[in-house]
């Protein structure tokens, strides 16, 4: 199969560039900017982009990759930052613009024999950059241009590389996706040959490697990610596979009752129930800090798992439902950024780990999976369930976690949930829920002066989880939340309404 590295320079567009490439049948993967050669060589791309970032070429510890890149011999696209790399490294002139670029402008089209074959003069493209290409280096000729930008796109066709100023892996430019199109096939002379499909074939044919006679454990949360990673892993070994339902006390209302029957009568999988909620909530008290929280969740699901292992004949295996997502918030690979936020079974495993990881859909988006459940034979409405967090209820309560504050939060929780299916509006929504707050406000409730907690309702839009909007809800469907949550959540006197968007928040407040 054949692969597209792109390296990372801090774009907030770099995910949507390895999306885009997939969507076209070409696996992509995302790496650090200053990912070794030896490395790079190692992987074996067939092509590489070199993706856009905030800083400045020329300016002081701007990201720069090792300068042997440029002599692999690969076929490579520079995108914004990467093409002032591009230029920066082979002979031409970066400099600071008078006129910055931001937003929409007119691509005028000079030469459709390359890479903006058959893409239409004067489209709209997405611009975002202050600096500008002055001289093209030598080899590469001058095939588009805007208004302010005379060196929007650029080819050296013998040596196949190419740059563009703008953005064609965002909605906004009109036809990006025919640009990365010629660059992947007609000019790097790519094959479409990933897909759905073929990834569950791949994998199966992987696990049955990996794990060989040996059995594996795999950890359920109650999500579409953990039940995909069992179906491909008893797809692959069957009944060694034995899956492992912790109720921690963090689930939502009737969530751990509801999904044990489903498991075993929906999905024929072996399914061992454990409950420790009192171990998790013991554990949880006193701590305060998100990623505390959630370090501390995972290490406690894995001490479960290492535990039932024993238990069950020696599993040597843990099987866990990590997505692309979730490596990416977790780790440092968004070159000079840092870590968003540790996801429980990312950042809360603890070095001694005695089980050794089997994660088939870590190189796969939200959408991906969801995709391929479907492939799986997973109906409809479990596929469109909301994404519901590892640590659960933990990182949507605010502070101390506590049987008193998770029971208001999962009786606030369950009626927007009602509302929401009662508007219509689930399907349209990524996720809907409630998040309760440390901090207590002045009320009155029948002439009496109260002092209680605040709720906030979060409902969002977005396609992978990487980014999101907050939805324009409808002032009726927030009364009707607003008063069912005041009148019938003791110890709640106010409800507010989260309008941010990811970046800059994250869909979780923790």
Same mark, same amino acid.
């Given at each position: 199969?054949?692969?597209?590295?792109?390296?990372?320079?801090?774009?907030?567009?770099?995910?949507?560039?390895?999306?885009?490439?997939?969507?076209?049948?070409?696996?992509? *993967?995302?790496?650090?900017?200053? %990912?070794?050669?030896?490395?790079?060589?190692?992987?074996?791309?067939?092509?590489?982009?070199?993706?856009?970032?905030?800083?400045?070429?020329?300016?002081?510890?701007? !990201?720069?990759?090792?300068?042997?890149?440029?002599?692999?011999?690969?076929?490579?696209?520079?995108?914004?930052?990467?093409?002032?790399?591009?230029?920066?490294?082979?002979?031409?002139?970066?400099?600071?613009?008078?006129?910055?670029?931001?937003?929409?402008?007119?691509?005028?089209?000079?030469?459709?024999?390359?890479?903006?074959?058959?893409?239409?003069?004067?489209?709209?493209?997405?611009?975002?950059?202050?600096?500008?290409?002055?001289?093209?280096? !030598? #080899?590469?000729?001058?095939?588009?241009?805007?208004?302010?930008?005379?060196?929007?796109?650029?080819?050296?066709?013998?040596?196949? $590389?190419?740059?563009?100023? $703008?953005?064609? *892996?965002?909605?906004?430019?009109?036809?990006?996706?025919?640009?990365?199109?010629?660059?992947?096939?007609?000019?790097?002379?790519?094959?479409?040959?990933?897909?759905?499909?073929?990834?569950?074939?791949?994998?199966?044919?992987?696990?049955?490697?990996?794990?060989?006679?040996?059995?594996?454990?795999?950890?359920?949360?109650?999500?579409?990610?953990?039940? @995909?990673?069992?179906?491909?892993?008893?797809?692959?070994? #069957?009944?060694?596979? %034995?899956?492992?339902?912790?109720?921690?006390?963090?689930?939502?209302?009737?969530?751990?009752?509801?999904?044990?029957?489903?498991?075993?009568?929906?999905?024929?999988?072996?399914?061992?129930?454990?409950?420790?909620?009192?171990?998790?909530?013991?554990?949880?008290?006193?701590?305060?800090?998100?990623?505390?929280?959630?370090?501390?969740?995972?290490?406690?699901?894995?001490?479960?798992?290492?535990?039932?292992?024993?238990?069950?004949?020696?599993?040597?295996?843990?099987?866990?439902?990590?997505?692309?997502?979730?490596?990416?918030?977790?780790?440092?690979?968004?070159? !000079?950024?840092?870590?968003?936020?540790?996801?429980?079974?990312?950042?809360?495993?603890?070095?001694?780990?005695?089980?050794?990881?089997? *994660?088939?859909?870590? *190189?796969?988006?939200?959408?991906?999976?969801?995709?391929?459940?479907?492939?799986? #034979?997973?109906?409809?409405? $479990?596929?469109?369930?909301?994404? $519901? !967090?590892?640590?659960?209820?933990?990182?949507?309560?605010?502070?101390?976690?506590?049987?008193?504050?998770?029971?208001?939060?999962?009786?606030?929780?369950?009626?927007?949930?009602?509302? @929401?299916?009662?508007?219509?509006?689930?399907?349209?929504?990524?996720?809907?829920?409630?998040?309760?707050?440390?901090?207590?406000?002045?009320?009155?409730?029948?002439?009496?002066?109260?002092?209680?907690?605040?709720?906030?309702?979060?409902?969002?839009?977005?396609?992978?989880?990487?980014?999101?909007?907050?939805?324009?809800?409808?002032?009726?469907?927030?009364?009707?939340?607003? %008063?069912?949550?005041?009148?019938?959540?003791?110890?709640?006197?106010?409800?507010?309404?989260?309008?941010?968007?990811?970046?800059?928040?994250?869909?979780?407040?923790?």
């Amino acid at each position: 199969m054949q692969k597209v590295l792109i390296l990372d320079f801090g774009s907030q567009y770099t995910q949507l560039i390895a999306r885009k490439i997939r969507e076209l049948g070409v696996y992509s *993967e995302i790496v650090p900017f200053s %990912t070794p050669l030896a490395a790079i060589r190692k992987a074996g791309p067939s092509a590489l982009v070199l993706s856009g970032g905030p800083q400045s070429v020329y300016g002081k510890g701007a !990201p720069h990759p090792d300068k042997g890149l440029f002599e692999l011999g690969v076929p490579m696209l520079g995108i914004c930052y990467g093409v002032h790399l591009m230029a920066h490294h082979l002979g031409g002139q970066v400099i600071p613009s008078k006129e910055g670029e931001y937003g929409f402008a007119a691509l005028r089209v000079l030469d459709m024999s390359g890479l903006l074959d058959k893409v239409k003069d004067r489209q709209q493209v997405w611009m975002s950059h202050g600096d500008r290409l002055e001289c093209v280096p !030598p #080899g590469f000729r001058l095939t588009g241009s805007t208004a302010n930008t005379r060196a929007a796109v650029i080819e050296d066709k013998a040596r196949k $590389f190419f740059g563009v100023q $703008f953005h064609p *892996e965002v909605i906004h430019t009109k036809e990006g996706l025919k640009v990365l199109s010629n660059f992947l096939f007609s000019q790097a002379g790519l094959r479409a040959d990933w897909s759905i499909s073929s990834f569950v074939t791949r994998k199966v044919r992987e696990i049955r490697k990996t794990v060989g006679d040996g059995k594996v454990i795999c950890g359920l949360s109650g999500g579409v990610d953990s039940l @995909v990673t069992s179906l491909i892993i008893h797809k692959a070994i #069957g009944s060694r596979l %034995t899956c492992i339902f912790i109720d921690n006390g963090l689930l939502r209302k009737g969530q751990y009752e509801t999904l044990m029957e489903a498991f075993r009568k929906k999905f024929a999988l072996k399914v061992v129930g454990i409950d420790a909620s009192d171990l998790f909530l013991d554990k949880l008290r006193g701590i305060v800090a998100p990623e505390r929280k959630r370090k501390t969740i995972g290490r406690l699901f894995i001490h479960l798992f290492e535990r039932e292992a024993m238990r069950l004949g020696g599993a040597a295996f843990l099987a866990q439902g990590t997505i692309y997502p979730d490596v990416i918030e977790s780790n440092p690979v968004k070159g !000079p950024s840092s870590v968003i936020k540790s996801h429980h079974n990312v950042g809360g495993l603890p070095k001694g780990l005695k089980l050794k990881l089997v *994660e088939p859909l870590r *190189e796969l988006f939200k959408d991906e999976v969801r995709a391929l459940a479907l492939e799986l #034979g997973v109906d409809t409405e $479990f596929i469109r369930q909301h994404p $519901f !967090p590892g640590p659960g209820l933990a990182v949507r309560l605010i502070g101390e976690v506590n049987r008193e504050s998770l029971e208001i939060l999962r009786a606030a929780d369950d009626i927007v949930l009602q509302e @929401v299916h009662k508007a219509g509006l689930y399907e349209k929504l990524w996720q809907a829920f409630a998040v309760l707050l440390p901090v207590r406000s002045v009320g009155v409730m029948g002439d009496q002066r109260t002092y209680h907690r605040v709720v906030v309702i979060r409902l969002v839009q977005s396609t992978d989880g990487m980014t999101a909007n907050w939805y324009p809800a409808p002032a009726k469907l927030m009364a009707r939340m607003s %008063t069912r949550i005041v009148n019938e959540v003791r110890g709640v006197n106010r409800v507010v309404y989260d309008v941010t968007t990811k970046p800059p928040g994250t869909i979780e407040w923790e």
